[in-house]
């Protein structure tokens, strides 16, 4: 883990800390930020989906201190993120009402565990028929499904635009992992899946251990990078004392990414360290498989990266050299599609400045 020396290093410093054990110093680095410094931090904030864990301290503070001009922009801040996140939870739960009423079972991932913050996408998984899903989503509520690339056809995902909706909402469907590589795993989001109530509402979400892998999915074999929301959601499940790290395991290891899953937690057990003074209570079977930690991630492009090489790239390795010796041939011959569809992807961002409809 770097030493902050940027101002965008310094901001996502202030994010962990202020997220984790906010001290007076946090409080005044902020309060000394000039007006468009501020609005730098808030748009960072909105990037790791901690705007509400962020401002609600920093409100508090300032009103306490009577320095009522970041008093006020804080709360202006939190005003319009709530309403943001009130009409993006109506929306979830009329979704997830429709498809539990037709017999389409769905599980909430990802967007729930920023609680009281929200992510940009309302993620969902289910195993129903994709057809079914469609002419929900289009009878229902006048969705538009949006252009499908490369990469989402292979890994079986869907994405709708909603009419006074400003996410976009996010269909896994039968599938989880960057080529859709995973069956068996991607069926105990449904299998497993607990209640949650968030604001009165219902939701199913994933079990706890589930949680973690798809947090993993997402940043150990697909973005390389973490959020400082990831940092902060794992430690408050664990802190939580309802993750099975033994069940956890059984989950990964027969997915091949129990390798990943063990990282993921190292990297945010260091930050703990660093951020709260304590490491998180991971058994030794969990350290022990962890190729690595917090000491490897640097802030680069506004987050937290993980080097793709060669630390990201040996743990596709042990994932596609699992599936292989497993037998799991379609997952085998998926998972060698990543390399290419990666490349035209780097080529298609080089070229265009975007890489859409790749990846």
Known sequence: ???????????I???????????????????????????????LADSHHVVLHALVPIARRAAVDGNMEVAAWAEAAI????????????????????????????????????????????DLYTCAEPQRIVRILVNRFNAGMEPRSWGDRLANKWNFAMPGLKESVEF??????QTGEHIALAQRFVARRVSRQIGGRKFFVPAPE???????????????????????????????GSLDFAELRRSAEPAGIWPGVATYLAIVSDYSQKYRG???????????????????IRVRARFLRVPIMPEGAQLFTRQVTHAALSGDVPAT???????????????????????????
């Open 1 to 11: 883990m770097s030493e902050a020396h940027t101002l965008e290093e310094q901001n």
């Open 278 to 296: 304590t490491m998180l209570p991971l058994p030794e079977f969990v350290r022990q498989a962890a190729g690595f930690g917090g000491e490897k």
């Open 13 to 43: 410093h202030s994010l962990l800390q202020l997220t984790l054990a906010p001290g007076k110093a946090d409080f005044e680095r902020i309060f000394s930020l000039t007006p468009a410094q501020r609005e730098d931090f808030l748009r």
């Open 172 to 177: 896994h469907i039968q599938r989880l992992g």
């Open 333 to 359: 011959l998926r998972l060698n599609l990543l390399p290419p569809l990666a490349l035209a992807a780097a080529v298609a961002y080089r070229l265009t400045g975007s890489d859409k409809g790749v990846w």
């Open 210 to 240: 589930e949680a973690v892998v798809v947090a993993t999915l997402q940043r150990m074999y697909r973005h390389f990078y973490f959020r400082v929301c990831d940092i902060v959601n794992t430690i408050n499940l664990v802190d939580m």
């Open 79 to 122: 005003a319009a993120e709530q309403l943001r996140i009130e009409n993006a939870l109506d929306f979830l739960q009329r979704i997830c009402g429709e498809l539990e009423a037709a017999g389409c079972p769905a599980t909430v991932i990802k967007t729930l565990e920023h609680q009281p913050d929200l992510g940009n996408d309302l």
